[in-house]
């Protein structure tokens, strides 16, 4: 069957119309799996700082508007510096980060402008991420009004005991690995964030908002390579991906 690309250009249009999305990227972590005293998001990874990896995805993806960065105060200039020298013009706001992930957010939302009508929820150390992926996760959400960045779980997967002792084997056909970005109705999402506070429910997933409000987030799949940078494990390995994307060009 032959594609009608005009017709499927026709659709996008209709479907992007009046979804004007915002990133607000987490950048306020104290980087303690790292081993170090420094901020994992300015680590360079190919000659280039984590943060810039990640901020340059989200302004090369088309359907992001304007970008929120939330980090921490001494990192402000830094950030400032970043951004300007890595031409990320979609910057609107830098804003210092709370406590949780969750005020850090509750932070960014508040920078928003009042036509943003969905939030990409994104995670700094994430720096793997494509614009393709997370045009991906965007157009999901626009149909269902909250999804999620996600790979479907290949590795056999155990429940132990407390010390390590197997105790069974789970079914892995629906276990899915969460990633960022999570893209929510900007509506839903503040609604999230009030209802977990008024019921002092904290989490370290936005996902998991969603759900305690009483949606349903659909899963996108990503990919195993969009890995977060958590330990210094994890800096080579990125590495390595990077360069073997470069390979595919």
């Not at 300007?84 to 706001?93: A, R, W």
Request: charged share 25%; with cysteine; aromatic share 6%.
């Amino acid at each position: 069957m032959k594609i009608d690309k005009e017709r499927i250009a026709e659709w996008l249009l209709r479907t992007v119309k009046n979804c004007r999305t915002a990133a607000i990227v987490l950048a306020a972590g104290n980087s303690t799996r790292m081993g170090k005293n420094v901020n994992k998001q300015m680590e360079t990874l190919c000659g280039v700082p984590v943060l810039a990896h990640t901020l340059t995805a989200y302004q090369r993806c088309k359907l992001i508007s304007e970008i929120v960065v939330v980090t921490r105060p001494d990192d402000f200039e830094a950030v400032y510096a970043l951004c300007k020298k890595y031409g990320i013009d979609k910057l609107t706001h830098i804003v210092a980060g709370g406590s949780t992930r969750q005020e850090s957010a509750k932070k960014g939302m508040s920078k928003l402008s009042s036509e943003v009508r969905y939030v990409a929820i994104a995670d700094g150390a994430r720096c793997l991420i494509t614009p393709a992926q997370i045009a991906k996760v965007c157009l999901r959400a626009y149909r269902c009004q909250a999804a999620s960045a996600a790979h479907k779980i290949s590795d056999t997967v155990k429940r132990t005991t407390a010390i390590g002792m197997t105790r069974e084997t789970v079914d892995r056909n629906n276990l899915w690995q969460a990633q960022t970005p999570q893209v929510f109705h900007t509506s839903l999402y503040t609604a999230a964030l009030y209802q977990a506070e008024a019921d002092g429910f904290s989490v370290t997933d936005d996902n998991s908002l969603i759900d305690h409000l009483g949606y349903q987030v659909r899963m996108v799949e990503c990919g195993m390579q969009n890995i977060k940078i958590t330990t210094p494990d994890d800096l080579p390995l990125a590495e390595a991906i990077l360069e073997y994307r470069s390979k595919q060009v």
